[in-house]
């Protein structure tokens, strides 16, 4: 089973509106990432979270870790169009060997 | 600092061919992880390798290998491909872990005919 899971599948919204999504894991994590995919193209790394983090800014995107509830938010204010893309989160846990897994990522569609 | 490069591209080879894709990572990056992701199965983590040994494998057949050269450039070995195997490959890299931010290359898209 995935370790991490994205929700919702699909975000569709206007420019210039906020656009939230989650992640929920399973197991005690090391650090918590989230990527963006745009269409055929690589990952790109946004933002990471370690485990004694709570919160963390980088420009309009704003990542929140609840470990007590094994869930994570990517907040991107200010949508613009160019946010269009799939989003990843990886969760590498904190014991054990680690395989790399992604869910199927959110969706995020923003309309100009 | 370039980034991940990946060669080729894209890639068009027939059932039972074998194909080698190759991958450079961030210079000083010393871990190197290969990633299929396909609109059925999603991305799905083949290997990774650290100073020239596979430290980590997913669940993929024999068909799939792969090795890492002692500047950390690393290839990948489809053998005998199938129509399955058509997917988008993608490499990344680390400093020293997967655990760690991973920096994903382009990819290289095979189609499988």
């Known amino acids: 089973s995935q370790q991490g899971e994205e929700d919702p599948q699909a975000l569709s919204i206007q420019e210039g509106e906020n656009a939230t999504m989650n992640c929920s894991y399973k197991t005690s994590i090391n650090n918590l990432q989230w990527y963006r995919q745009n269409s055929g193209r690589g990952l790109v790394h946004l933002i990471l979270?370690?485990?004694?983090?709570r919160e963390k800014h980088s420009g309009r995107l704003r990542v929140t870790l609840d470990t007590s509830k094994k869930s994570s938010s990517l907040l991107i204010t200010a949508s613009r169009a160019a946010d269009t893309a799939s989003y990843f989160c990886a969760t590498p846990p904190s014991g054990g060997s680690y395989i790399p897994t992604f869910g199927r990522g959110t969706s995020l569609i923003v309309h100009p | 600092k370039a980034g991940v490069t990946q060669t080729p591209r894209y890639l068009i080879k027939t059932r039972g061919q074998q194909v080698t894709l190759s991958c450079s990572p961030i210079?000083?990056?010393?871990?190197v992880s290969w990633y299929q992701q396909t609109p059925g199965q999603g991305l799905q983590f083949l290997f990774e390798y650290f100073s020239e040994t596979q430290r980590n494998k997913g669940n993929f057949p024999g068909r799939f290998s792969g090795r890492q050269f002692s500047n950390s450039r690393s290839e990948m070995n489809v053998s005998t491909l199938e129509l399955g195997d058509s997917a988008l490959y993608l490499c990344?890299?680390?400093?020293?872990?997967?655990?760690?931010?991973?920096?994903f290359g382009p990819g290289t898209r095979l189609l499988v005919l």
């Open positions: 210079s000083g990056h010393r871990s």
């Open positions: 990344a890299s680390s400093l020293d872990r997967v655990e760690e931010t991973q920096y």
């Open positions: 979270i370690r485990s004694n983090e």
